[in-house]
């Protein structure tokens, strides 16, 4: 099977446009193809959410779905993996807190 492309020939990739996605209400650029959690981690965010028990900061740990550290809400959706969803232009990622489901608390 050929490659479409060859590893010399990526060196120069040049991604298509960059746009919008936000994280916590602020404005991050993200690139085609690049996953949240990659589009975070460009932007210097390396934490987005918190633990169940204690508080304690996570972010992307494994970067291949394995774990859960990366867990993130997601256009208001809660434990969403942002290491395997793709970023998309408007997405909007919120700091989840514990289990994600604030109607849940009693």
Known sequence: MARDR??????????????????????????PGQSLAAALWAAGILTWRTTRVGGRPRGAFCGIGHCFDCLA?????????????????????TTQEGH???ELAV
């Open 6 to 31: 060859s590893p010399a020939e990526l060196v120069g990739a040049v991604p298509d446009t960059a746009f919008e996605i936000t994280f916590d209400g602020r404005p991050i650029t993200a690139l």
């Open 73 to 93: 809400t997601i256009n208001g959706e809660p434990n969403r993996r942002a290491c395997l969803v793709p970023a998309r232009p408007g997405d909007a990622v």
């Open 100 to 102: 994600g489901r604030a």
